[in-house]
């Protein structure tokens, strides 16, 4: 099992910034891949950024350039740094990690995040 807790959501104006963390504990040698996803009131869960094990990154064509993931293997930590928040950004951020070969998926519980024009 694995275990991920999200800290660093808020009010923020647009233009603004905010990191988010993402902690993750127990069977975390069997994690190939994680990332952020978020969802808004009344629309689906989509991903906004992934990191998998080698260090490639990917992301939503509506974060590119304003949204940067990263990790730190001593702390066990995903940080997503959100810049340039648009309102379009408000949602609930869930940072996931999956264990490809087993088929596992893991979220945490969510973090808002809320940019005011």
């Known amino acids: 099992q694995v275990q991920l807790v999200e800290s660093g959501g808020g009010l923020v104006q647009a233009g603004g910034s905010l990191r988010l963390s993402c902690a993750a504990s127990g069977s975390i040698f069997s994690i190939n891949a994680m990332g952020w996803y978020r969802q808004a009131p009344g629309k689906q869960r989509e991903l906004v950024a992934g990191i998998i094990n080698s260090g490639r990154t990917n992301y939503a064509d509506s974060v590119k350039g304003r949204f940067t993931i990263s990790r730190d293997n001593a702390k066990n930590t995903v940080y997503l740094q959100m810049n340039s928040l648009k309102p379009d950004d408000t949602a609930v951020y869930y940072c996931?990690?999956?264990?490809?070969?087993?088929?596992?998926?893991?979220w945490g519980q969510g973090t808002q995040v809320t940019v005011s024009s």
């Open positions: 996931n990690a999956d264990e490809v070969g087993a088929g596992k998926r893991y």
